[in-house]
């Protein structure tokens, strides 16, 4: 294996991680924001809010992921932890 292609693989496993660690911040995040509504009689989900952010993460977005890709990765993001907190839905 050439040193190119192991760099690049240990770049690219130390950002899964990342990644990772970010997703499940996000997490823990939305849980307490969740208990929170609950506690406090307010609607669990504002998908105005949700597109809202999409759209502002599509504005801010410098590259080379697409518009398109923003939007996908972020609703994914937003299923993911919707069946997290609620299970399958």
Known sequence: MTDALSDARAEIDRLDRELLGVV???????RG???????NDLPLRDPGREESMVGELQAAN??????EGVADLFHHVLDLIRREIH???
């Open 24 to 30: 499940n911040r996000r997490l823990e995040i939305v």
């Open 33 to 39: 924001l969740h208990e929170h509504k609950l506690a």
């Open 62 to 67: 410098g590259g080379p992921l697409s518009a």
């Open 87 to 89: 299970g399958s839905e």
